[in-house]
């Protein structure tokens, strides 16, 4: 009963991040709703008794992406008056919400399959992945890295770019 109502609690936080990070209109404020959704994965993660996978997320989305985007965000310093103006704003999101639902329920149903299939495997821990993700991934890893950097980096110099100027 417990794991079903911290399952409940965090399932609010997931959808309630989400929401806040599509509805807002202060880039800001979406980075925060961002934020609230991953600690929610996060929270998940935990409950599933997955420590390593929740520590992950915590660092690379909560401690990387959101600081870096916000970061971003605050150097970029983009007004209100700049953005879209989206009238169908909530249509759009309404559509592509039925649009992804059967493709969503497929992803369940063959990950469900699949771990009936596969439940007679030995279970993998923490160090095996770290062992695995820093021996033979790690220049994957930093290659990742480095191309999140330069693109944060790019869109930065693409945005404080005045009109008629070259940087």
Do not use: C
Request: charged fraction near 10%.
């Amino acid at each position: 009963m417990l794991q079903v109502t911290l399952f409940s609690i965090l399932s609010l936080f997931i959808l309630g991040g989400s929401i806040a990070m599509i509805t807002n209109k202060q880039t800001i404020f979406s980075a925060f709703g961002f934020l609230v959704a991953m600690i929610g994965v996060a929270g998940v993660f935990a409950l599933l008794d997955n420590r390593f996978l929740a520590i992950a997320q915590i660092m690379v989305s909560v401690g990387a992406i959101v600081v870096l985007s916000t970061l971003t965000i605050l150097t970029i310093n983009m007004k209100a008056s700049s953005l879209p103006h989206e009238p169908q704003k909530y249509l759009w999101i309404g559509l592509s919400t039925l649009l992804v639902s059967p493709f969503t329920y497929l992803l369940y149903k063959s990950l469900t399959w699949a771990s009936l299939e596969f439940s007679n495997v030995t279970v993998i821990d923490s160090r095996l992945v770290g062992h695995t993700l820093f021996s033979s991934w790690v220049l994957p890893f930093e290659i990742i890295s480095i191309l999140l950097l330069t693109g944060m980096l790019g869109a930065i110099v693409i945005a404080r770019k005045e009109k008629g100027k070259r940087v």
